[in-house]
Each structure stands twice: as C-alpha cells, then as structure tokens.
C-alpha cells in the first residue's frame, strides 16, 4: 500500500511544480466561487442567490477547464485550446448579460450589488484565465483590453454613468491584468524549472560522454602505438622468415613482449583508467553537485591513504556522484571518510531516491555500476553495502582495510 502523500513525493521537482502551479490556478476558480458565489446569499434573497451562485459555479468550472488545458498546451502536450478560450468567452458574456438582467429586473438595493459583483468579477477572472492560452504580450494586452471594453460597453442597458463606465471598464482592467501577469510568471517559473532540469540531465549525460572519450584516448594511447610498432616489426618478421635469417626469431619474441606489454597497459586503462585520486574525485564531485544545485558536504581525511585505497575509493565517488545527477532528486549529498580499526570507510548519503508503491525496490543509485565498485573493491579486500536507510535516504558505505589488515584478511579468505 502506498503510504498517504507518496504520491507527492515520488514526482520529480518540476512535476511537484507543476502540480503546485495546476492547482494554484484551479484555486482562481475556487475563489471566484466563494468572493462571488457563496457572498450573495448574504445580499439577495435565497432564489437569486442560487442563481447567481449557479452562474459562477459554472463558469469556475469552464476556467478551470481552460487553464489546465492551456497549462498543457505550454509545456506542448496539447494542442492550443482555442474552442474551449472562445467558449469561455461566450460563458463570460452569457453569465455577465445575465447578471445585468437581474440587476435591472430585481428589487433595487444588494441586489444590484450583487449582480453587479457577479458582473465584473467574472469578466476579471476570465480575462487573466485566457491570457493563459496565448503567445506574446501584444495578444495577452488585447484579451485584457478586450475584456476591459466589453465590460464598459455592458454597462449601457444599467444606464450606468459614464463615469462609472470609465471606472468599471478600469477595474476590470487592473484586476485581469493582474491576474493575467500572476498567471504569466507561474507558467514562465514553471518552465524556467523543467528547464533547470533538463540542464541537469543534460549535464550528467556530458560528463558521462566525456568520462568515456577519456576512456576512448586513453586506450587509443595506449593501443595505436603498440599495434603499429607489432604491424611493423611482425612485417619485418615475415621478409628476414622468407630470406631465411634468423633475426626473424626474435623480432617475434620483441612483438609477443610488446602484445602482452598492450595486455597490461589495456587492463590497467580499464581497471582504473591509470588510477583515480581520492582527493581529485571528492573536490571534483563537490564541485559538479554544486553546479547542480546540490548541497554537498564533503568531510574527512584522505592524506597517507595507499594509492591503491585511493583509486578504489575514487571510482566509489565518481560512481556515486554519477548516479546522484541521474537517478533521483537530491538537494543534499554528505561524503565521508574516517579511519575506524585499521580500515577506511567511505559514506555517501543523499535524500534524493524516489519511493515507489507497494514492495518493489526503490528507485536509486543502484544497478550494474555497484557490481563494477564491488569488484574493484574486492581486489583491495574492500567490502560495498548500499541501500535505503530511510524515508527517500540512500545510503552507500565502502569499506577498505588497510594494507597491514590488508594482508590478513586475504590470507583469511584464502
């Protein structure tokens, strides 16, 4: 069983944006609803009150359609909502004229207040609703114009003042633009984020990319040299065999010394791509989460370390930072390494793993990369545990013993 609110925080940041800014527009209507709706049972009688409240109800409910369909069309899932921003449109006119009937029609005093409430409010709301499916600030200014207009010219069968007219037709104007910027900034915010994130991955895909053309020279050094100098001394070899000299032979031992000379140099690249420093990986990491907008704390000692602790203690890191810009939503990463009897032990802890439903394992940095860090560790007697430690907290921890416990915990094992 899902946990209450593990819905919330299995969603990625910019999808708990994006539901916070769906349902901050959705609370426009609920405030429609309530500011115009629920107050003119305290102004009229309960049969008009009931009409009015109706008449909100309904175009809330056509508002709140139009924004989450034009929220969709922005983050482009859907096409743009042209017939539903028109019927709303026709909604607003149906609901504004209708409220003008019973202001005309109905006894004189809060109820001309009230209608007139209904009037003007929806027409505000509207207007900052619509501008939410529209591209350019010359488009969003003629929407609230409009709506600005059409309020002053519904204004004449009240026979209203012109000044009041002028005043109405301002209202509506301030109060739509308003809304209409507030609703700007949140789609701008909420886009501004998707992208943030975007860039992130982005990021992680380039040092990925990069780790493996490092990989790419550093075998190509290693290899292109080698394989031409065993092409030409292997030719060299074949014309001194068809002249029948014996130089031939050992120009054969000179390319079977280069070839397994190549064998070493190959898996050296691959074990440790010619070993990785402790300390060049941990100020490395700080700085790619920083980049990232992750809080890293990095803390202990790494002088005095064996080279071979260090190289396997930094692909640990490296691949632990990795997995944090790729898997996840962390906003904090705590790095330690602390000497504990005669071993190092190296933590890395994030508060970025997404829960999933039910008993299914949880999403984190896990998968083939901790099989490559155990075996990298098991040729320094080091030991790898990984795994949740809390709500969304991932936790890994590497374990070397020292070279002097080294030694004995290889002749124990043997």
Known sequence: MRRPGGWWRVKSTPEKVETYTRWSFHLFGVIEVFALGVTAYGRTGAGLATALFLLVTVHAAVSMLVSSRALDWTLGRRPQPVRLMWTLVVVSAVVS?????????????????????????????????????VSGRRRMVAVVGGFAVGAGLLTFPLEMPLLASFVLAGLVMVTGGFLAIT????????????????????????????????????LHDVMGR????????????????????????????????????????????????????????????????SAAGIVAEIDGETAGLPPEVQSA???????????????GDAKKVAVTVRMSEGRVVLTVENDGVAETPGDGPPTGPGGSGLSGLR????????????????????????????PAAAGSALEAAS
């Not at 050992?250 to 402790?278: F, N, T």
């Open 183 to 218: 609703s700007i900034f949140s789609l701008w915010l909420l886009n501004a984020v998707y992208a943030l994130d975007e860039a992130r991955e982005t990021r992680a895909r380039l040092a990925v990319a990069e780790e493996r053309l490092r990989f790419g020279r550093d």
């Open 375 to 402: 075996e990298r560790l098991s040729a320094v007697a080091g030991t790898l545990e990984a795994g949740p430690v809390g709500r969304g907290v991932f936790r890994l921890t590497a374990e070397v013993p020292l």
């Open 97 to 133: 004229a209708t409220a003008v009937v019973i202001a005309e029609r109905g006894p004189a005093g809060e109820v001309e207040t009230a209608a007139g409430s209904v009037y003007g409010g929806v027409l505000c709301f509207a207007a900052g609703v619509i501008t939410l499916g």
């Open 226 to 289: 080698n394989l031409a100098v065993i092409a030409l001394k292997s030719e060299l070899a074949v014309q001194l065999s068809r002249r029948g000299r014996p130089e031939a032979v050992e120009q054969m031992i000179e390319v079977q010394r280069i070839a397994q000379e190549s064998q070493r140099e190959v898996r050296d690249v691959v074990r440790g791509y010619r070993e990785a420093a402790l300390e060049v990986e941990l100020a490395g990491a700080r700085g790619v989460l």
């Open 313 to 327: 203690l930094g692909w640990v890191v490296r691949e632990a930072t990795t997995n944090v810009l790729r898997h």
